[in-house]
């Protein structure tokens, strides 16, 4: 379960690490960040969501505020291993995978419009460590491309179905994809959710996803491009308690004959055995009508009913106890 920061820390790198420390808490596995480094990623003529800052005039300046160097991001990466949190940020550049090689990165996260960064893999692969691929934006073709380009440099890959929506609706979630993905590519596969919900992840989770992937924020009325698709500490805790109950119901399969066998002790309390309608007197032919099946089932099966018609009682019954093969004649 991983904790995306993204730019929630709004250029602070206090928050940045207090992300880290609600991540911990909120029992998620790992923590994700994105490492921008706006001279070597974008320009000035980038378009998207130019005026979402009343702070920054132009995206680049955004892009710009929102950098750390590279001691501020070792620090962040040391903080996690502390608290024992996976370190992974998405890096945006080659020179921002270089300088995150130097921390020591386990594994890559390629955001959903970086798929077809050509020099952006090959120095991901160059690194070394598995890449984990979103695929928001990207056709099964184009997945099949890269994933096939990643393999034969040695590198192995998980894919997250994602779509790039903020927020995305539920019904554009497609967790049909996981399957498909497991289906062609035979590898791990998550979901990167962008709903600012809790559903998907646990429809994820139940689905049998290796990995689920969401945007955490203090909470959802604070800045930021991603909060409104985001969740908070708290529902991640909520994700990671049913990750745990998940892994305990999907990794012990139950043979259903043998549970059966262990519980005989309850299921005679619960069950029924044959008993009289009414009190009967010895010397009493029983006839259909005078049984009848009460608790508990420690007594003559509910089975062996009709083996009784016919049969005279060798003693006084009180209905309110349980007939016996000893209170009949053979």
Same mark, same amino acid.
């Given at each position: 379960? /991983?904790?995306? =920061?993204?730019?929630?820390?709004?250029?602070?790198?206090g928050a940045a690490h207090a992300y880290i420390d609600a #991540?911990?808490?909120?029992?998620?596995?790992?923590?994700?960040?994105?490492?921008?480094?706006?001279?070597?990623?974008?320009?000035?003529?980038?378009?998207?969501?130019?005026?979402?800052?009343?702070?920054?005039?132009?995206?680049?300046?955004?892009?710009?505020?929102?950098?750390?160097?590279?001691?501020?991001? +070792?620090?962040? &990466?040391?903080? $996690?291993?502390?608290?024992?949190?996976?370190?992974?940020?998405?890096?945006?550049?080659?020179?921002?995978?270089?300088?995150? +090689?130097?921390?020591? %990165?386990?594994?890559?996260?390629?955001?959903?419009?970086?798929? *077809?960064?050509?020099?952006l893999l090959g120095a991901m692969a160059k690194a070394g460590?598995?890449?984990?691929?979103?695929?928001?934006?990207?056709?099964? &073709?184009?997945?099949?491309?890269?994933?096939?380009? !990643?393999?034969?440099?040695?590198?192995? =890959? &998980?894919?997250f179905q994602c779509t790039s929506q903020y927020p995305v +609706?539920?019904?554009?979630?497609? !967790?049909?994809?996981?399957?498909?993905?497991? @289906?062609?590519?035979?590898?791990?596969?998550?979901?990167?959710?962008?709903?600012?919900?809790?559903?998907?992840?646990?429809? $994820?989770? &139940?689905?049998?996803?290796?990995?689920?992937?969401?945007?955490?924020?203090?909470?959802?009325? %604070?800045?930021?491009?991603?909060?409104?698709?985001?969740?908070?500490?708290?529902?991640?805790?909520?994700?990671?308690?049913?990750?745990?109950?998940?892994?305990? %119901?999907?990794?012990?399969?139950?043979?259903?004959?043998?549970?059966?066998?262990?519980?005989?002790?309850?299921?005679?309390?619960?069950?029924?055995?044959?008993?009289?309608?009414?009190? $009967?007197?010895?010397?009493?032919?029983?006839?259909?009508? %005078?049984?009848?099946?009460?608790?508990?089932?420690? *007594? /003559?099966?509910?089975? #062996?009913?009709?083996?009784? =018609?016919?049969?005279?009682?060798?003693?006084?019954?009180? $209905? @309110?106890?349980?007939?016996?093969?000893?209170? =009949?004649?053979?």
């Amino acid at each position: 379960m /991983i904790a995306e =920061v993204a730019q929630a820390h709004d250029g602070s790198l206090g928050a940045a690490h207090a992300y880290i420390d609600a #991540a911990a808490e909120a029992k998620a596995d790992a923590i994700k960040f994105q490492t921008h480094i706006a001279d070597a990623e974008s320009t000035l003529d980038e378009p998207f969501r130019i005026k979402f800052s009343k702070q920054d005039e132009t995206r680049y300046a955004y892009w710009k505020r929102m950098e750390f160097t590279p001691d501020q991001w +070792a620090g962040l &990466a040391e903080h $996690a291993t502390a608290r024992g949190l996976i370190f992974l940020s998405s890096a945006f550049s080659v020179r921002a995978v270089e300088m995150l +090689a130097r921390i020591n %990165m386990v594994a890559w996260k390629v955001g959903s419009g970086e798929i *077809g960064s050509n020099d952006l893999l090959g120095a991901m692969a160059k690194a070394g460590g598995p890449v984990l691929l979103s695929t928001g934006m990207s056709s099964y &073709a184009e997945v099949e491309q890269v994933v096939a380009s !990643l393999r034969e440099r040695g590198t192995s =890959v &998980a894919l997250f179905q994602c779509t790039s929506q903020y927020p995305v +609706a539920l019904k554009d979630v497609g !967790l049909n994809v996981l399957d498909e993905f497991r @289906r062609r590519f035979n590898c791990p596969v998550g979901l990167s959710d962008h709903s600012g919900s809790v559903f998907p992840a646990l429809a $994820a989770m &139940a689905h049998g996803a290796n990995m689920i992937e969401a945007h955490i924020v203090f909470d959802r009325r %604070m800045f930021g491009p991603d909060t409104a698709a985001s969740l908070t500490p708290d529902e991640f805790l909520l994700l990671a308690d049913a990750r745990d109950a998940f892994h305990q %119901m999907l990794s012990h399969p139950v043979d259903k004959d043998m549970l059966a066998n262990s519980l005989r002790p309850t299921r005679q309390i619960f069950g029924k055995s044959v008993a009289l309608v009414g009190n $009967a007197s010895v010397g009493t032919t029983l006839t259909r009508d %005078m049984l009848t099946l009460k608790k508990p089932g420690s *007594g /003559i099966p509910a089975a #062996a009913i009709d083996q009784l =018609v016919g049969k005279r009682l060798k003693r006084a019954v009180d $209905a @309110r106890n349980l007939l016996s093969w000893e209170d =009949v004649d053979a």
